[in-house]
C-alpha cells in the first residue's frame, strides 16, 4: 500500500538533470505530511532490532527523512555533505561518477568507534554516493548497519555494491 502511494506521488521529470535521464522527484511527497510520517515509520520499524547509534543522512535530499527517523530513534544526525560545505574539521572520500568525480565529506569526531551507524539518502541508483558515505563510517571506525533508501532504480545495480557493507538494504519503492 505505502509502495502504491509512493508510485502516485513521485513525480517523473524528463531529461533532467541531462537528456535522457528521466528523474524520479520525491518532493511532492513533502505536500503529504500523513505519507511522510508513513515512510518514518517504515524505517523506525525497520531499525528496531539493528542497535542503530546514529543516522547518517546523504545531502541534501537524504536530510528530509534522514533526520526525523534520527530523531524518532533517538540517535544522532550525521551529515555527509559534498565538499567544502561543512565547518569545523572535516574527513573526505572521493569517487567516480560516470562523468567524472564526485567528493563527499563529514565532520571527523561524528562517529565514536563501534557505532552502527544506518546510512539514508532519498534514492539508490548506482550506490557511488551510499558508498563513499560507508568509506567515511569506517575511516572513523563505525560500523555500517545498513542503508535506507525511499526509491531504488533497480536496473542499475547499486544495491550490489552496496552489499559488502550491509546485506541490511531497505528501499520502500523499486523502478
Known sequence: MLEQKLKTTIRDVADFPKPGILFKDITPILHHPQLCDDIVNVFVNYCTDKNINAVVGVES???????????????????????????????????????????????????????????????????????????????????VSGFAFIVELDFLNGKEKLKQYSENIISLVNY
Open 61 to 143: 535530499r537524504g536530510f528530509l527523512f534522514g533526520f526525523a527517523l534520527a530523531n524518532k530513534l533517538n540517535v544522532p544526525f550525521i551529515l555527509v555533505r559534498k565538499s567544502g560545505k561543512l565547518p569545523y574539521k572535516t574527513i573526505s572520500y572521493e569517487y567516480d561518477l560516470e562523468y567524472g568525480s564526485a567528493k563527499v565529506e563529514m565532520q571527523e569526531d561524528e562517529i565514536q568507534p563501534g557505532w552502527n551507524v544506518l546510512i539514508h539518502d532519498d534514492l539508490l541508483a548506482t550506490g557511488g554516493t551510499a558508498e563513499a558515505a560507508a568509506k567515511l563510517i569506517q575511516m572513523q571506525k563505525g560500523n
